[in-house]
């Protein structure tokens, strides 16, 4: 999705204010704290809704990462599947946002519009994940049993975690690029391209996050990669 690496950034890319932040995050000083939202007359929390989402999905450049601490739990588990993106901290999660506060349309982030267009989910009572209990598959034995270890610690990460309602967004990206991507030449060029989140909440906080996008359609608005049709005529053998 947008985030940068969490361990790339430094007290020295953050202004004093945002230091003291994450020096609380470190357990020095009182941590950030977000009290669920509640129905408007007062009484129960609210569930989960379209607008929540929308919410959500703009937060990182709308309110800040002071804000986008508030709608996780304690304990959670963020990640960006296509960029191999684990977060499991407040302070991670804040480095990961921060850089993104006040970015306006000169940033070196560049300027990124999200919109949620379906959005699924409910109560779910008192659950938890599902998870495999066997060893590795014979099939991934061997050469590629540390594969098998890579993509199975992640997806066992947050797995216990007790959840009372869950969502499904699906939500697409614009993105005006000011500066290289991730490394990906990207300067002066505009992208567009679809994905979907995942979420499982405690109490209205989010324990669970998973985000899915189409980085090959990204890849393909860079220049990095032919579209399908062109890959097929450019290389016969793939037709049998």
């Not at 202004?15 to 009290?35: D, K, N, Y």
């Not at 506060?101 to 959005?119: A, I």
């Not at 008192?126 to 098998?148: A, F, I």
Request: charged fraction near 25%; charge should be negative.
């Amino acid at each position: 999705m947008h985030i940068l690496y969490s361990q790339l950034v430094t007290d020295a890319h953050l202004s004093p204010e945002q230091q003291m932040t994450l020096r609380g995050l470190r357990g020095s000083a009182p941590t950030i704290t977000a009290e669920a939202p509640v129905s408007s007359g007062g009484g129960a929390r609210e569930h989960k809704s379209f607008q929540a989402a929308q919410d959500w999905v703009t937060a990182f450049f709308d309110k800040g990462a002071e804000e986008v601490l508030g709608y996780y739990a304690d304990d959670f588990v963020w990640e960006d599947i296509e960029f191999m993106q684990t977060i499991t901290t407040k302070e991670d999660l804040y480095k990961a946002f921060v850089v993104f506060n006040n970015s306006g349309p000169d940033s070196p982030f560049g300027v990124h519009k999200f919109e949620v267009l379906t959005y699924d989910g409910g109560p779910a009572g008192k659950s938890r994940g599902v998870r495999r209990t066997e060893g590795t598959p014979p099939e991934w034995e061997g050469e590629l049993e540390g594969d098998y270890a890579r993509f199975a610690n992640n997806i066992f990460l947050g797995a216990d975690f007790d959840y009372d309602e869950w969502g499904y967004m699906q939500w697409v990206w614009k993105a005006t690029h000011n500066s290289d991507f991730f490394g990906i030449p990207a300067a002066g060029k505009t992208t567009v391209t679809r994905g979907t989140t995942t979420q499982m909440y405690k109490d209205g906080k989010i324990v669970r996050c998973r985000t899915h996008w189409n980085f090959r359609e990204f890849a393909m608005q860079l220049g990095l990669i032919p579209p399908p049709d062109e890959a097929w005529r450019s290389n016969p053998g793939l037709n049998g």
